[in-house]
């Protein structure tokens, strides 16, 4: 283990310090010609890719409200371990929640309490990290909805505080996941080796697995759930695969990850950007292209200073006599400022954006938002047939309406798909879970309907985002309408 501790940081020594990402390799089941890969979660940061990202954070800012903002994934803190390049790189088939629960199953008691001890340790400065970003979003939404001026100062000192407190969260899981590491025994390490070649096999024997610790409330399980994930794109990982973080950050202050979860993560990025830009007029369009060409400079110095800061974790990771806290903290802080300034520039771009739109543009957004975010209580008044295709506009971001998918969405065609083969649409690769889950079987409204209700549960490893539909009606009113269109 220490020796590969060293040729690990020898690897990371020697990177470029930006544009370094753009060589990670292709995803083994890299989906054609789509935003996840090409431009979300490439690591690339282009004019175009910045361009990207402030059409989709400002469509999710302006059409959203404070509770959008407030939304974040667990695993987004302290995001310096690689896992996004794993999901990129398996083509969406490494899932936090399965990874860290298959990692956990295979831990021994002393492992455990390793990682035990560091959601512990961390759960104090986790805390004023949440607390200390509500902040962040106060300032930014007061901006949004009076124009009143930032004071500067003080949103740069939340900012560095921000940073501070994240990269000390990270310091303390990195600790654990170099103790976790030189306590593996050969057989793990080879277990979690196989499983990074191919992330399915991990699912194996885990459907009951829980990831609990004594002492630990019900949020810190599910962090020590992500810790599990995170060691493990850590620890089998590449110094490459550590560089490449989603196109919302820096500034992920903007209410996309809300769109996300509400969209069953049926929303595409690349896809709102475009919609949102096509709405604006030309005058608006040019503020969003002055706030990446004053962005630009921010974020790529924004990444180097990453760069340094991964380098860091990385010798506590080689050589935990070599590491640096306090060179660690204040570039972290450098890193925070720089955040909170790409912030300041995207609210500042939005906000005069909002005093511009005309309320046939504010009607249109929100039309846009409706497309990936189902209103409950609007649902409940529609007709069996109207539910129906409301619902299916969840689809549509991934298969395509009904005649009309593309051979480069996420998802295969849904036209014909009763009594269809499962998983044997022309053109489209399969994960081979669910490949193995309808082996010999073909669609039937009964098997759709079981598949809606829990994808990951009919397919455990599938690679399709969408949590499924909880409610019967709904799942009953989308395959009356799919049978009906397809």
């Not at 999901?87 to 088939?93: C, D, H, L």
């Not at 493990?232 to 992920?252: C, H, M, R, V, Y």
């Not at 630009?296 to 974790?313: A, D, G, S, T």
């Not at 806290?325 to 300034?341: A, F, N, P, V």
């Amino acid at each position: 283990m220490k020796c590969m501790k060293a040729a690990f940081a020898g690897i990371l020594l020697t990177l470029l310090c930006f544009g370094h990402a753009e060589a990670q390799k292709e995803p083994r089941n890299k989906p054609r010609g789509d935003t996840w890969s090409a431009d979300e979660y490439s690591g690339s940061r282009t004019p175009e890719n910045l361009r990207i990202a402030l059409a989709s954070k400002g469509f999710s800012w302006l059409s959203g409200s404070p509770a959008d903002n407030e939304k974040l994934s667990v695993g987004k803190n302290a995001q310096f371990f690689g896992f996004v390049s794993l999901r990129y790189e398996s083509g969406r088939a490494a899932n936090r929640g399965a990874i860290g629960r298959a990692f956990f199953a295979i831990a021994n008691e002393k492992q455990r309490e390793i990682m035990r001890q560091a959601v512990v340790a961390e759960a104090e400065d986790l805390k004023m990290w949440w607390n200390t970003r509500e902040k962040i979003l106060r300032i930014l939404e007061h901006h949004l909805y009076t124009g009143d001026a930032f004071d500067e100062n003080t949103a740069a000192s939340l900012g560095a505080e921000f940073s501070k407190l994240n990269a000390i969260v990270a310091i303390h899981e990195a600790r654990a996941f170099a103790a976790l590491e030189d306590s593996l025994t050969e057989e793990q390490s080879a277990r979690i080796r196989s499983w990074r070649e191919d992330p399915e096999k991990a699912l194996s024997g885990i459907q009951e697995v829980r990831v609990t610790a004594d002492g630990l409330e019900r949020s810190q399980q599910k962090q020590l759930e992500d810790l599990y994930a995170k060691a493990f794109s850590w620890l089998t990982g590449t110094a490459k695969d550590n560089e490449i973080i989603p196109l919302g950050q820096p500034a992920q202050f903007f209410g996309f990850v809300s769109i996300r979860h509400k969209s069953g993560h049926a929303a595409s990025r690349g896809k709102i950007a475009k919609s949102f830009l096509a709405l604006l007029e030309p005058t608006q369009r040019a503020m969003i292209d002055d706030a990446v060409h004053i962005q630009e400079p921010v974020v790529r110095r924004f990444l180097e200073l990453r760069h340094q800061f991964l380098n860091q974790l990385a010798t506590l990771r080689a050589r935990p006599d070599d590491f640096d806290e306090k060179r660690t903290l204040e570039l972290s802080k450098e890193m925070g400022q720089l955040e909170i300034k790409a912030a300041l520039v995207e609210a500042q771009a939005y906000r005069k954006i909002r005093e511009s739109m005309t309320k046939e543009q504010t009607a249109g957004m929100m039309k846009e938002r409706g497309n990936y975010i189902i209103d409950k209580a609007q649902i409940e008044l529609l007709t069996h047939e109207q539910r129906g295709a409301q619902l299916a506009v969840l689809c549509a971001g991934c298969h395509g309406a009904p005649k009309q998918h593309q051979p480069n969405m996420l998802g295969p065609s849904l036209d014909g798909i009763f009594d269809r083969p499962i998983a044997s649409a022309v053109g489209f690769e399969y994960s081979d879970a669910l490949k193995k889950a309808g082996q010999g079987k073909e669609w039937t409204p009964a098997l759709v309907d079981q598949f809606l209700a829990d994808p990951k549960g009919f397919a455990p490893g599938t690679k399709m985002e969408f949590q499924g539909l909880l409610n019967e009606t709904d799942r009953k009113a989308l395959i009356d309408y799919l049978k009906h269109t397809s």
